[in-house]
């Protein structure tokens, strides 16, 4: 009868990170884009249509659609007008003119926050400045700055009522001077956000953090990198205008790419912790030996951040369009390694890109047909797994130009954490130093359910167990174990759990779960167990 019920309480558990897992892909159901496409994910299957509301907005401008958190599309917008779910424009005055990004208020179903780049007004020689052509500009050649005011963007916000339906905030100020592009990456809670942008004519980061409280307006300030203002010309580049930051899923990686910079990218740590950038590395980009004109290139990080995709096209000295997708493994920006490279078998020009929800890559391109998709992209590149044509742009739909991002608001593999039930065993990847025992501070969110669950209940207990594989003395094993152990019920009792209520135990390498004869065996068998039952 025992075994009965715990495999009952296996498949509830089971079914329930099921529905978490769903929930949380739920906010990414709906992407509007460039060009007045729109992808629909229901499940495995994908629609494509085209929307009229988005079908005058320029290929370069970034959209955005928002849902709420049961994945029902409420509003999208280009950065400069908004629609309802129903096609009805509800404004047209924000100022997000070259990216726009959201995110879910943190202790709200009902509130939701848009983030944007523009300006207030457009210089008066905006027009003029778009027509320069800067390729024939020389080193004595100069550009005042109020042709190029534009360059030197704010960062706004808008705060939203999903349920009212109305805007609460509209336009507020966040940063000034800032280049023309802003992201948002996961917090290390998995709950909260931060907004990142970055410092015109600096090497400055500022990150702003939403939280349960809301948007927090002082920002976390961190100076890394290169200064994105100038070239050997005397001259501030037009190609900031088209300048690119994005991160990463799991929320500690970030990227920049300006357009005519297609020599490099530069690649940050993030500490989301803190909201600090911390380390930087400029990644080099060969030329191809038979490179002519034109050049384009797109990057993508894989959900498991541990591969980076390179998504490029250029003309060759014979005139054809050459596209090409180029796998690095990278481990986290610390080495750089080119491990595929497959050119594609098309004559499109390869644009944009984007993870998805189901874990593939599209890349928009520059001709009629469809999108192309890179499934299976944590795995090492190989063409059967390119597909092409799969979704069919809507008749007479040339490009679907950029993609949304939506990177902060896409699962992790693993996010979904065990529902804590008394009687139930559940562990947690909680890592140490070797030889230590010393519990780090970004692994203390792992424990604050458990914490919040044993407060709920009272008269529970809970059991924490220590772990090793079989390497290394014994004794000293169950030593270590036990320490681990220790250290992990000190945390509990600091967050005022009755230490009557706590018992560790260290059990060294006695209780194997996984074969210790093999590297990811032992790596199993290290771990923390963890199991609440009613004290008695």
Same mark, same amino acid.
């Given at each position: 009868?025992?075994?009965?019920?715990?495999?009952?309480?296996?498949?509830?558990?089971?079914?329930?990170?099921?529905?978490?897992?769903?929930?949380?892909?739920?906010?990414?159901?709906?992407?509007?884009?460039?060009?007045?496409?729109?992808?629909?994910?229901?499940?495995?299957?994908?629609?494509?249509?085209?929307?009229?509301?988005?079908?005058?907005?320029?290929?370069?401008?970034?959209?955005?659609?928002?849902?709420?958190?049961?994945?029902?599309?409420?509003?999208?917008?280009?950065?400069?007008?908004?629609?309802?779910?129903?096609?009805?424009?509800?404004?047209?005055?924000?100022?997000?003119?070259?990216?726009?990004?959201?995110?879910?208020?943190?202790?709200?179903?009902?509130?939701?926050?848009?983030?944007?780049?523009?300006?207030?007004?457009?210089?008066?020689?905006?027009?003029?400045?778009?027509?320069?052509?800067?390729?024939?500009?020389?080193?004595?050649?100069?550009?005042?700055?109020?042709?190029?005011?534009?360059?030197?963007?704010?960062?706004?916000?808008?705060?939203?009522?999903?349920?009212?339906?109305?805007?609460?905030?509209?336009?507020?100020?966040?940063?000034?001077?800032?280049?023309?592009?802003?992201?948002?990456?996961?917090?290390?809670?998995?709950?909260?956000?931060?907004?990142?942008?970055?410092?015109?004519?600096?090497?400055?980061?500022?990150?702003?953090?939403?939280?349960?409280?809301?948007?927090?307006?002082?920002?976390?300030?961190?100076?890394?990198?290169?200064?994105?203002?100038?070239?050997?010309?005397?001259?501030?580049?037009?190609?900031?205008?088209?300048?690119?930051?994005?991160?990463?899923?799991?929320?500690?990686?970030?990227?920049?790419?300006?357009?005519?910079?297609?020599?490099?990218?530069?690649?940050?740590?993030?500490?989301?912790?803190?909201?600090?950038?911390?380390?930087?590395?400029?990644?080099?980009?060969?030329?191809?030996?038979?490179?002519?004109?034109?050049?384009?290139?797109?990057?993508?990080?894989?959900?498991?951040?541990?591969?980076?995709?390179?998504?490029?096209?250029?003309?060759?000295?014979?005139?054809?369009?050459?596209?090409?997708?180029?796998?690095?493994?990278?481990?986290?920006?610390?080495?750089?390694?080119?491990?595929?490279?497959?050119?594609?078998?098309?004559?499109?020009? %390869? @644009?944009?890109?984007? +993870?998805?929800? $189901?874990?593939?890559?599209?890349?928009?391109?520059? &001709?009629? !047909?469809?999108?192309? /998709?890179?499934?299976?992209?944590?795995?090492?590149?190989?063409?059967?797994?390119?597909?092409?044509?799969?979704?069919?742009?809507?008749?007479?739909?040339?490009?679907?130009?950029?993609?949304?991002?939506?990177?902060?608001?896409?699962?992790?593999?693993?996010?979904?954490?065990?529902?804590?039930?008394?009687?139930?065993?559940?562990?947690?990847?909680?890592?140490?130093?070797?030889?230590?025992?010393?519990?780090?501070?970004?692994?203390?969110?792992?424990?604050?359910?458990?914490?919040?669950?044993?407060?709920?209940?009272?008269?529970?207990?809970?059991?924490?167990?220590?772990?090793?594989?079989?390497?290394?003395?014994?004794?000293?094993?169950?030593?270590?174990?036990?320490?681990?152990?220790? %250290? @992990?019920?000190?945390? +509990?009792?600091? $967050?005022?759990?009755?230490?009557?209520?706590?018992? &560790?135990? !260290?059990?060294?390498? /006695?209780?194997?779960?996984?074969?210790?004869?093999?590297?990811?065996?032992?790596?199993?068998?290290?771990?923390?167990?963890?199991?609440?039952?009613?004290?008695?």
């Amino acid at each position: 009868m025992y075994y009965k019920k715990l495999q009952m309480k296996i498949v509830i558990i089971n079914l329930l990170l099921l529905f978490f897992s769903i929930a949380s892909q739920a906010q990414t159901n709906f992407w509007h884009f460039g060009n007045g496409i729109t992808f629909t994910f229901e499940g495995k299957k994908i629609n494509l249509s085209f929307n009229k509301n988005l079908a005058t907005s320029v290929t370069g401008r970034e959209s955005f659609s928002i849902q709420d958190k049961s994945g029902k599309l409420k509003f999208y917008t280009d950065g400069i007008s908004m629609w309802n779910e129903r096609d009805k424009l509800v404004d047209s005055t924000l100022l997000g003119e070259y990216s726009v990004v959201g995110a879910p208020h943190p202790n709200s179903d009902n509130l939701y926050y848009l983030f944007y780049v523009g300006n207030a007004k457009k210089p008066k020689s905006y027009q003029v400045a778009d027509k320069v052509n800067y390729k024939k500009l020389t080193p004595a050649d100069t550009i005042s700055d109020n042709r190029l005011t534009m360059l030197k963007t704010k960062l706004y916000y808008t705060l939203i009522d999903l349920k009212a339906e109305k805007i609460i905030e509209k336009n507020v100020l966040l940063a000034e001077s800032i280049l023309t592009n802003c992201c948002i990456l996961k917090h290390k809670n998995r709950k909260d956000y931060w907004i990142v942008a970055h410092d015109f004519k600096t090497n400055q980061f500022r990150t702003f953090l939403l939280n349960e409280k809301g948007i927090n307006k002082s920002p976390v300030l961190s100076k890394m990198g290169g200064i994105y203002t100038k070239n050997t010309y005397k001259i501030i580049r037009w190609e900031l205008a088209l300048y690119y930051l994005k991160g990463n899923v799991l929320g500690n990686l970030l990227y920049i790419k300006t357009i005519q910079d297609d020599d490099h990218i530069d690649l940050f740590k993030f500490d989301n912790q803190k909201g600090k950038v911390i380390d930087s590395k400029v990644m080099v980009l060969k030329k191809e030996k038979d490179y002519y004109i034109n050049h384009w290139d797109s990057f993508e990080l894989s959900s498991n951040s541990k591969y980076l995709y390179k998504i490029s096209f250029y003309n060759n000295i014979s005139g054809n369009i050459v596209s090409f997708v180029e796998q690095y493994a990278i481990n986290q920006i610390d080495s750089i390694k080119s491990i595929k490279k497959i050119i594609l078998p098309t004559k499109k020009q %390869a @644009l944009y890109s984007q +993870l998805a929800p $189901n874990g593939n890559i599209y890349i928009t391109t520059s &001709a009629e !047909g469809g999108l192309i /998709t890179i499934t299976k992209t944590n795995d090492t590149l190989d063409l059967k797994n390119i597909i092409f044509d799969e979704i069919i742009l809507p008749e007479g739909k040339k490009e679907a130009g950029t993609m949304p991002k939506i990177n902060h608001l896409l699962p992790l593999e693993d996010e979904a954490k065990p529902v804590i039930e008394k009687n139930v065993p559940f562990s947690r990847e909680i890592l140490f130093e070797t030889n230590q025992a010393v519990l780090k501070p970004e692994y203390e969110t792992e424990l604050q359910d458990i914490i919040d669950f044993l407060k709920q209940n009272p008269t529970s207990t809970i059991e924490i167990a220590g772990h090793t594989d079989n390497e290394g003395e014994e004794a000293k094993n169950k030593t270590l174990s036990e320490n681990r152990a220790k %250290a @992990l019920a000190n945390f +509990l009792i600091k $967050n005022k759990i009755e230490t009557t209520h706590i018992k &560790a135990i !260290g059990y060294g390498s /006695t209780k194997p779960i996984a074969d210790n004869t093999t590297p990811a065996g032992r790596a199993k068998n290290r771990r923390i167990e963890f199991l609440i039952s009613e004290k008695k």
